[in-house]
């Protein structure tokens, strides 16, 4: 039984589908401590001037501790009228963008509260359009023990798991002897961006999985897989 683990992002990029769809378990890191300037409320679209932060403003203020899953959402800001008309705006061209725009058209009429909750609601669309068969689980749920590696190995034991897939970049912090201790096989993910055709010229990497839903449709999932077309 192969897990992997990531905070709830924003529209988050290809290389988190890669990782869910190499994954037989997913946990939702809902639990752990909210850091600013990251991918949680924030995710770029490509546009003509080039790529566009989408930042969905958040309460930190005094709430420096706070976790993912008590982040509130300001809705003082008209955010979600400015997301969908910038997405809409952006890939309203798109070969397939109607197809899914009356989910994102719910989305971003409904007033969410929690930042989790959006961006998990999103994640799960997206998982049942590509057919990704993977189980979700979310960590608030799991009572975890430990901090840092030992959490990762107490959420892995608690749910079973033989192998843990972990994101390339933690190779610099993970505490590798503590999987082998507890009998579970690390491995890293190797994610290979794929080059696919866009609405501009060129090609623009590292953006939202909406640039690639929008352009390929039903394809996407294999060339997340694969990293190519």
Request: hydrophobic share 40%; proline share 5%.
């Amino acid at each position: 039984m192969k897990l992997s683990a990531h905070q709830p992002q924003y529209l988050p990029w290809l290389g988190y589908f890669h990782k869910l769809a190499q994954s037989d378990i997913f946990v939702f890191l809902d639990n752990v401590q909210y850091k600013k300037r990251e991918f949680q409320n924030r995710n770029k679209i490509l546009t003509s001037s080039g790529p566009l932060w989408l930042t969905v403003p958040v309460r930190t203020r005094g709430k420096f501790e706070q976790l993912i899953k008590d982040v509130e959402i300001d809705n003082s800001v008209d955010w979600r009228k400015a997301h969908f008309e910038s997405i809409r705006n952006n890939y309203g061209r798109a070969p397939f963008f109607k197809e899914h725009e009356p989910f994102f058209t719910s989305v971003y009429k409904k007033e969410w509260l929690k930042l989790a909750e959006l961006n998990i609601y999103i994640v799960i669309y997206i998982l049942s359009y590509l057919e990704i068969p993977v189980k979700v689980v979310f960590e608030s749920a799991l009572a975890a023990e430990g901090v840092k590696t030992a959490r990762l190995v107490s959420i892995c034991k608690k749910n079973k798991a033989s192998i843990y897939l972990s994101g390339a970049g933690a190779k610099d912090y993970l505490e590798e002897e503590q999987f082998k201790e507890a009998g579970i096989n690390l491995e890293y993910q190797v994610f290979k961006h794929p080059v696919y055709p866009q609405l501009l010229p060129g090609f623009v990497p590292d953006l939202s999985v909406i640039d690639l839903l929008f352009n390929r449709g039903k394809e996407s999932i294999k060339i997340i897989r694969e990293g190519k077309i």
